[in-house]
């Protein structure tokens, strides 16, 4: 099973931007399809983007145009660039498979605020 560590995020104010990484502890090129998932409080986890083994993306509508998705398989990492931010982006940021496994990461927490 193959096990991640999500980091990059922190406090950037809105409009900014910010990169996540994923590094996964085995080799992702045999899951066909990696994810981005967030979770804000009080809410239920979202998935944000998804990346195909051979690069094909898919985004949540709410982060078309701002964010991109890509992976490195040779580096076992999965990438998230953030533009635009904006407060409503706020959670905590999650990796994983798509469809996810039964087991997650701690996230990464991203604060988009004044």
């Known amino acids: 099973q193959v096990q991640v560590v999500e980091s990059g995020g922190g406090l950037v104010q809105p409009g900014g931007s910010l990169r996540l990484s994923c590094a996964a502890s085995?080799?992702?090129?045999?899951?066909?399809?990696m994810a981005w998932y967030r979770q804000a409080p009080g809410n239920e986890r979202e998935l944000v983007a998804r990346?195909?083994?051979?690069?094909?993306?898919n985004y949540a509508d709410s982060v078309k145009g701002r964010f991109a998705i890509s992976r490195d398989n040779a580096k076992n990492t999965v990438y998230l660039q953030m533009n635009s931010l904006k407060p409503d982006d706020t959670a905590v940021y999650y990796c994983?498979?798509?469809?996810?496994?039964?087991?997650w990461g701690q996230g990464t927490q991203v604060t988009v605020s004044s």
């Open positions: 085995g080799s992702i090129f045999s899951i066909n399809v």
């Open positions: 994983n498979s798509f469809p996810s496994s039964a087991v």
């Open positions: 990346v195909s083994r051979i690069g094909i993306t």
